[in-house]
């Protein structure tokens, strides 16, 4: 449920705690919108602004920012931000979006069990090669498809207080960061690709940056809610792997009707 779906009577067997959802709708003209969507971890760093300094080693966590990109190749990229802090725009560079902030003390309390909705979330679905796997080298992160990604998202729905009712899957846009390796004077140069072209002098990266594309599905559809503690901590603190890429923001609305 986004905070702008509040329809639903509300469940106050346990006083939710805080939380707020922060739609930005991007500025495809700004410089600094053009330099995030590049790379996933300026995005971040963008979004972290957020929020107050100061929170420790994980900030992230701490804020408990999770957020999603979502472009449809017609209207302007927006990004959903959710924080367990309050959340202040005035941070952001200039003419960077348009935001709209809505608490989400509401939608928590509303989730009771029966209750039909509608969700959306973008997930790493992923696993790891184990020691005698034909699919790759061990430990070695391979990304899920088809009836495997649906397996994926179906366990974690259900653990995490949902049932699927119907489900639609989707690949996205990878989640594209840039990295410049770490290196002494014994290692070897690490080859990779030309980035993209810069657009400023603080944007020039060296050709040492190593690119990394972190797959993202899309799952939705609608679900039965089964345990709503287990929901709003999912809510709350997402699902799956690369939260710090755009993934694991899960947001519902009520079904309605015939859904």
Same mark, same amino acid.
């Given at each position: ?30 410089? /600094? ?9 300026? &995005?971040?760093?963008?979004?972290? !602004? ?5 929170? $420790? ?9 999770? *957020? ?18 309050? %959340? %202040? ?7 960077y979006a348009h935001a709209d902030i809505r608490p989400m003390n509401t939608v928590l309390a509303a989730l009771r069990p029966g #209750? #039909? ?12 090669c184990g020691p005698n796997s034909t699919a790759g080298h061990w430990k070695q992160v391979i990304p899920l498809h088809g009836p495997? /990604? ?7 729905? @259900?653990?995490? $207080? ?12 990878? /989640? @594209?960061?840039?990295?410049?390796? !770490? ?21 020039? !990266?060296? *050709? ?10 899309? *799952? ?15 809510? &709350? ?5 690369? !939260?710090?890429? $755009?993934?694991?923001? &899960?947001? #519902? ?7």
């Open positions: 449920m986004t905070a702008t779906d509040t329809e639903a009577s509300p469940h106050t067997d346990t006083a939710p705690a805080e939380a707020w959802l922060t739609r930005l709708r991007l500025n495809p003209r700004s410089r /600094a919108v053009q330099r995030d969507l590049r790379n996933i971890t300026d &995005l971040h760093r963008t979004l972290m !602004k957020l929020v107050p300094d100061g929170l $420790g080693d994980a900030p992230r966590s701490q804020a408990g920012l999770l *957020f999603r990109l979502e472009t449809d190749g017609v209207g302007r990229p927006t990004v959903l931000v959710q924080t367990r802090l309050s %959340s %202040s725009t005035d941070r952001l560079p200039a003419d #209750l #039909l909705v509608r969700y959306r979330i973008a997930a790493n679905a992923v696993r790891r495997e /990604a649906d397996q994926w998202w179906t366990e974690r729905a @259900t653990t995490a $207080g949902l049932t699927p009712r119907t489900l639609l899957t989707r690949s996205t846009d990878p /989640a @594209t960061t840039w990295h410049t390796p !770490k290196q002494d004077a014994t290692s070897p140069t690490i080859s990779a690709p030309t980035p993209p072209a810069p657009t400023s002098k603080a944007d020039t !990266k060296t *050709f040492t940056d190593r690119r990394i594309d972190r797959a993202i599905t899309v *799952f939705e559809g609608t679900a039965l809610v089964t345990d709503p503690e287990a929901l709003r901590t999912a809510l &709350l603190n997402g699902i799956g792997r690369s !939260k710090s890429y $755009g993934c694991g923001l &899960l947001s #519902l609305a009520p079904a309605g009707p015939g859904a």
